[in-house]
Structures are given as structure tokens and as C-alpha cells.
């Protein structure tokens, strides 16, 4: 599986950004996409994901109700619709795929096997 993320840059506060994050390669019935983010000096966390067959997303708290996360089925492509953005969400923003989802380990790292590149999110305050 390979993973190609685009979009973020930077936006001052109050602003808006989007992701994108194309998939390629083998795909697994019960899979999922999602989004991390690591902030410079701190660890990797959970920003948002998609149950690809039912579309279920599951956000982080810090981000709910201003990150919208939708899929492309016929471009099997991703998307991370980031509106209201604060200083705080500034970090490299990487997606990632999930062989087998389960709920209760969605928001875990290490439950995803593949990872794209990052990219740069910078909000200025």
C-alpha cells in the first residue's frame, strides 16, 4: 500500500486548510484511513480516521466539530477538511492505513501498518 498525502501550508488563525491522501496498491475488506499529526517535540496523535466500507469516521476531541474527514471511493482518495484552525494544530500532518480496523483501537498508531509522507500544517496566531 503507498500513500500519498497533499495539501496543508500555512494559514493564519481562524483559517482554513484541506488534505488530501491518495491510496494505492492492495486494499483489505475492513480497512481504514486516517489522519495523525505530530507537533515539533511531542508524539504522534490521532486527528481523525474513516471506516472505508461504512464511512464511520472517528475524530479526536481537540478537532471535532472544525475537521470534517470524507472519502473518494472512485479515487480511493481521503480527504481532511480543516476549518477554524488554532496555533495549536500546527504540526506535520501524516495519513495512514489501517489493514483491519477495529473501534476501540482506531485512534492508535500503532495499529496502522502503512504511513504516508508528511506534510506541513502552520497556523499562525
Known amino acids: 500500500v503507498q500513500l500519498q498525502a497533499s495539501g496543508g501550508g500555512l494559514v493564519q488563525a481562524g483559517g482554513s486548510l484541506s488534505l488530501s491522501c491518495a491510496a494505492s496498491g492492495p486494499t483489505f475488506n475492513n480497512y481504514a484511513l486516517g489522519w495523525f499529526r505530530q507537533a515539533l517535540g511531542k508524539e504522534r496523535e490521532f486527528v481523525a480516521a474513516?471506516?472505508?466500507?461504512?464511512?464511520?469516521?472517528y475524530y479526536a476531541n481537540s478537532v471535532k466539530g472544525r475537521f470534517t474527514i470524507s472519502r473518494d471511493r472512485a479515487k480511493n482518495t481521503v480527504h481532511l477538511q480543516m476549518n477554524g484552525l488554532k496555533p495549536e494544530d500546527t504540526a506535520v500532518y501524516y495519513c495512514?492505513?489501517?489493514?483491519?480496523?477495529?473501534?476501540?483501537?482506531?485512534?492508535?498508531?500503532?495499529?496502522?501498518?502503512?504511513w504516508g509522507q508528511g506534510t506541513q500544517v502552520t497556523v499562525s496566531s
Open positions: 474513516i471506516r472505508w466500507s461504512t464511512g464511520s469516521t
Open positions: 495512514a492505513y489501517n489493514r483491519g480496523v477495529i473501534t476501540s483501537t482506531v485512534r492508535a498508531p500503532e495499529q496502522y501498518e502503512y
